[in-house]
């Protein structure tokens, strides 16, 4: 069964780093991986995606602060967060896009999240 797994969140002050990881298991031929995060009240935005070529697109907000990174062969994508604000307080998601073997099928499959707060 296809699924991925979010770990690294937690407290950081503000200007403070995290780096959340993201692990796919199931899936095969990857073509995208992405981070997207929701604060309460507000809708899930995507913060950021590399495709299978390693090409990587950043939302505004985090531009010049996060940086998107795989690892091919552990199926792992990374976000790494510096100059950390209040505001990206957030529920951090990953989402694949890939196939699954077994039923054979392409699909995208979204982790549980892990809490990332950034205190002031």
């Known amino acids: 069964q296809a699924q991925v797994e979010e770990s690294g969140g937690g407290l950081v002050q503000a200007g403070g780093s995290l780096r959340l990881s993201c692990v796919a298991s199931?899936?095969?031929?990857?073509?995208?991986m992405a981070w997207y995060r929701q604060a309460p009240g507000n809708e899930r935005e995507q913060v950021a995606r590399?495709?299978?070529?390693?090409?990587?697109n950043y939302a505004d907000a985090v531009q010049d602060r996060f940086t998107i990174y795989r690892d091919y062969a552990a199926n792992t994508v990374y976000l790494q967060m510096n100059s950390l604000k209040p505001e990206d307080t957030a529920v951090y998601y990953c989402?694949?896009?890939?196939?699954?073997?077994?039923?054979?099928?392409?699909?995208?499959?979204w982790g549980q999240g892990t809490l990332v707060t950034v205190s002031s």
């Open positions: 199931g899936i095969y031929s990857i073509s995208l």
């Open positions: 590399i495709t299978r070529g390693s090409i990587v």
């Open positions: 989402k694949a896009a890939g196939i699954q073997v077994e039923p054979y099928k392409y699909l995208e499959v």
